[in-house]
């Protein structure tokens, strides 16, 4: 009886749980309800992987079948099932709830390194997808505020790609280019090392904010086409950008 009990209470405060962190990723990511019906990311209580919004041939020539297959399928994956490992291993006094990337992200600097490192590699992951798409048979370049705020910002669109792709470069390692909308509405390229983000709250994030464009610049994104050649993997990539997406994010529709 009191197993039961203690099981029914469990239950209901991992469901709670589920919706918060649902509701957290779908706001974060657009602010839009649909994000949340079209991109579930949890079954019954725990992380689930995102189904992606294309087939893994989608991007070719660009970013190749095998890679995107890898890359969704099992490092994705892992990122998943090492992130329910590590909430359920976390010191729920410190930790806290709800357990929404959210609180994750405010109070990483005290959790554990597996939570901050695979929290990360979810939801950066599941942005990352969304900002994707088949290419357009020319052009591909943002329209509307993103593309009159790029312009003002950095000039013009082919000096904000330069200075973004020389950020890609420049991360030594793993890690993540990040276009930022930050708390005093300045528009800012930065990267972070490993699965970390813009969002958490940690000295080593020089540039904290709203991510509005994420570039994944692993070695696992690109080695198998590219193999040594990051330069190209993100000359290629401009192809595949998802402007809408990223327009989304940088002014969010209600
Ligand atoms: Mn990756």
């Known amino acids: 009886m009191e197993n039961n009990r203690r099981d029914f209470i469990k239950k209901s405060a991992l469901a709670i749980g589920a919706i918060a962190i649902t509701s957290s990723i779908g706001k974060a990511l657009t602010n839009s309800e649909s994000f949340e019906k079209e991109n579930p990311l949890l079954d019954g209580g725990k992380y689930t992987l995102p189904a992606l919004p294309?087939?893994?041939d989608a991007l070719e020539p660009h970013i190749d079948k095998l890679t995107m297959e890898i890359h969704h399928s099992k490092h994705h994956q892992a990122y998943v099932d090492n992130?329910?490992?590590?909430?359920?291993a976390a010191d729920g006094n410190v930790l806290g709830s709800p357990q929404t990337?959210?609180?994750?992200?405010?109070?990483?600097?005290?959790?554990?390194?597996?939570?901050?490192?695979?929290?990360?590699g979810h939801y950066n992951h599941s942005m990352f997808w969304q900002l994707m798409r088949p290419a357009k048979s020319e052009g591909n370049s943002p329209e509307g505020k993103l593309a009159e705020a790029?312009?003002?910002?950095?000039?013009s669109f082919e000096?904000?790609?330069?200075?973004?792709?020389?950020?890609?470069m420049k991360r030594f390692g793993s890690g993540w280019v990040w276009l930022v909308k930050t708390p005093e509405k300045k528009f800012v390229i930065?990267?972070?090392?490993?699965?970390?983000?813009?969002?958490?709250?940690?000295?080593?994030?020089?540039?904290?904010?709203?991510?509005?464009l994420a570039l994944d610049v692993w070695?696992?994104?690109?080695y198998l086409k590219n193999q040594n050649k990051r330069a190209d993997y993100i000359a290629s990539w401009w192809n595949v950008v998802n402007w809408e997406m990223a327009e989304n994010l940088f002014s969010p529709v209600k």
Not at 83 to 88: E, V
Not at 101 to 120: M, T
Not at 150 to 155: A, D, R, S
Request: proline content about 4%; aromatic content about 12%.
């Open 190 to 212: 930065t990267s972070t090392a490993n699965q970390d983000n813009p969002l958490m709250k940690l000295d080593s994030v020089e540039v904290k904010g709203v991510p509005v």
């Open 54 to 56: 294309y087939a893994y």
């Open 101 to 120: 990337f959210e609180n994750i992200f405010d109070k990483v600097a005290k959790l554990q390194p597996a939570l901050r490192n695979n929290a990360g």
């Open 159 to 168: 000096e904000f790609k330069k200075q973004f792709a020389e950020a890609g």
């Open 83 to 88: 992130m329910n490992k590590a909430l359920q």
């Open 150 to 155: 790029i312009k003002t910002e950095f000039g």
């Open 219 to 222: 070695e696992h994104a690109y």
